[in-house]
């Protein structure tokens, strides 16, 4: 699995920010259960941002171009999804930097570089009840496909399926990060927003990729 590493990574970005904006309604109303219920609300406006500003990002590669990915995000991306979202994509830009090329091993690795940022950042773990219950399987799932080989197309299917059952997994777990865990019990029993965002992600990225 060896892709053009910049046409790729713009696919997935756009992708990405055109499912956040789409889907505020959604996510705001997941968050509404135990949260603040904006989730959905900063997402779409930091990627609507993203979506305004796309000419004008580096082109120099896949790192330039998500390191400047990263910048809007954070800076307008509000509460604590703006820091957790933007060093994502920054994490990745690092691994992704200089590379003219990207392989299935390379895609992982960007993955797991964010996935470690925002454990890092959000002082959170699996079990927490946040995104990264849906990141971290997502990670291990696409590790595994690659591994045992296909085409992109059937990775990226494999890999959705793994991140909604994951998200949906997190319905009766207790939220111990951020506004939801103030909840205690009553945060069990809706799947957390930053999980099922994920999962629609990945959901409609797959989707989209097989009528690239």
Do not use: H
Not at 167 to 187: I, L, N
Request: proline share 1%; net charge negative.
């Amino acid at each position: 699995m060896i892709t053009d590493s910049l046409a790729d990574t713009e696919f997935v970005v756009r992708s990405i920010a055109q499912t956040a904006v789409e889907n505020e309604a959604e996510f705001c109303e997941l968050d509404s259960v135990v949260g603040d219920g904006d989730f959905g609300y900063s997402l779409a406006r930091g990627f609507e941002k993203v979506i305004e500003d796309w000419d004008g990002y580096s082109r120099t590669d896949s790192g330039a171009f998500l390191q400047a990915v990263a910048t809007t995000i954070t800076s307008r991306i509000g509460g604590t999804s703006g820091p957790l979202w933007g060093t994502a994509f920054l994490r990745a830009s690092m691994v992704a930097k200089g590379l003219t090329t990207l392989t299935g091993t390379d895609a992982v690795s960007m993955l797991r570089a964010a996935i470690d940022g925002i454990a890092q950042r959000g002082k959170a773990a699996v079990g927490d009840k946040t995104l990264l219950d849906a990141l971290v399987p997502a990670a291990d799932e696409l590790a595994a496909a690659i591994a045992q080989g296909g085409t992109t197309t059937q990775i990226l299917d494999r890999v959705a399926a793994a991140t909604r059952v994951a998200a949906d997994g997190t319905t009766m777990m207790r939220a111990m990060r951020g506004r939801a865990s103030y909840s205690g019990d009553r945060s069990m029993g809706s799947p957390d927003a930053g999980a099922t965002a994920v999962a629609v992600i990945i959901e409609r990225l797959s989707d989209e990729w097989k009528s690239r």
